[in-house]
């Protein structure tokens, strides 16, 4: 089942399919001026169809909505989440309240395409695109679990959502009271943000002055609040200057060792230097960079003997040399051959 997705702002995009790394030309593509609604009704396995909405906002985020055609309800789920462009291809790389990645194609002004998994095209006589409507959707969600670092104090909450960053008043009613009780026993000090998780409505309601209307949470269920931080938000990686953990290597998945040196690589600005690992020894060279192309030149390697499980040296030597072009996810590196068949993918360690 389709599962969750996002949002933006006025960009200049060039498309480029995987697959189709040596092509020479690029269209340039924009999205609309955002907030924009992308619509339809997406292919289901197990329904009549999945009605989807996604609307992109300027800031970095989505939230969106699906209804299950033909199932009883509970038959609806919405989410909210940030979003990325992939650095060559036209991708938009997503994360929900769902830790699981899910990927678009922007086709043309106006239409968005769903990807499978791997952030390539699903080869099927189904129709997986979503049409840009007139209007874009307001905010009206309700979400559980919704986490968040929660702040009372002078006489008001505030809720920062941990996936899309984005910080809510919180309203006075549903189970706002305990929620308000919970934290001013458990804090240290006034002020201190605590990690609270709740079931929320989401929507826009008049600000405190009144009048004008802001985001706000209407905490309808308080389940917990504790000492705790929100995880890493969903971010473009940059390619140079930091390393690169090897994940997948021809298709097969790598084990990574327990403890030693992981394998990946590192292409560092200075001197345009390549460093990196099999997974035992230690990996130097130099690159070559050209837009979306790119070329790694192994110069040296140690000569260790290692049997530990995860060690891929000459597998990964081998595999560099065909390297000819590069992308990035979010925080996935993927490398491919002159054909544009996907040799490796490394994630941010």
Same mark, same amino acid.
């Given at each position: 089942?389709?599962?969750?997705? *996002? ?5 200049? !995009? ?34 009549? #169809? ?30 909210? #989440? ?6 060559? #291809? ?13 990927? *678009? ?38 979400? *559980? ?33 305990? !929620? ?17 998780? =709740? ?12 009048? &004008? ?6 905490? !309808? ?11 890493? &938000? ?56 050209? #837009?979306? *192309?790119?070329?790694?030149?192994? =110069? ?6 290692? !049997? ?14 065909? =390297? ?20 490796? &993918?490394?994630?941010?360690?």
């Amino acid at each position: 089942m389709f599962e969750k997705l *996002f949002a933006g702002t006025l960009m200049a !995009l060039v498309i480029w399919q995987p697959g189709a790394a040596n092509a020479t030309t690029a269209v340039p593509v924009s999205l609309p001026q955002l907030p924009a609604t992308f619509s339809g009704t997406l292919p289901c396995a197990s329904c009549e #169809g999945i009605e989807t909405s996604i609307t992109l906002q300027s800031d970095g985020t989505f939230f969106s909505r699906q209804r299950y055609a033909g199932q009883v309800p509970p038959n609806q789920a919405s989410d909210l #989440g940030r979003w990325v462009m992939s650095h060559y #291809g036209n991708i938009v790389v997503m994360q929900g309240q769902n830790s699981n990645l899910r990927y *678009f194609r922007v086709n043309s002004t106006d239409s968005i395409e769903m990807l499978d998994l791997e952030a390539r095209t699903i080869l099927s006589n189904l129709n997986y695109h979503l049409n840009r409507t007139q209007t874009a959707d307001s905010l009206d969600l309700k979400l *559980f679990p919704l986490r968040g670092q929660y702040v009372y104090l002078a006489d008001a909450g505030l809720f920062s959502e941990c996936v899309s960053g984005l910080s809510f008043s919180v309203l006075a009613q549903g189970d706002n009271i305990k !929620l308000e009780r919970e934290y001013l026993e458990r804090r240290n000090e006034p002020g201190q943000a605590l990690l609270a998780t =709740v079931y929320g409505h989401l929507k826009l309601a008049p600000s405190m002055e009144g009048g &004008r209307l802001v985001p706000s949470l209407l905490p !309808l269920r308080y389940e917990h609040i504790a000492l705790g931080n929100c995880a890493t &938000r969903l971010h473009s990686a940059n390619l140079k200057d930091q390393f690169w953990t090897l994940v997948q290597l021809n298709g097969k998945p790598v084990v990574l060792p327990e403890s030693g040196r992981a394998p990946g690589l590192m292409l560092h600005s200075e001197n345009s230097r390549l460093s990196g690992s099999g997974g035992c020894n230690q990996l130097l060279g130099t690159y070559t960079l050209d #837009g979306r *192309f790119v070329q790694l030149n192994l =110069v040296a390697a140690t000569r260790m003997a290692c !049997l530990n499980e995860g060690n891929v040296d000459g597998e990964l030597i081998s595999t560099l040399a065909q =390297v000819r072009s590069w992308n990035i996810l979010g925080q996935r590196m993927e490398l491919y051959d002159q054909l544009g068949r996907l040799l490796a &993918r490394f994630e941010v360690s």
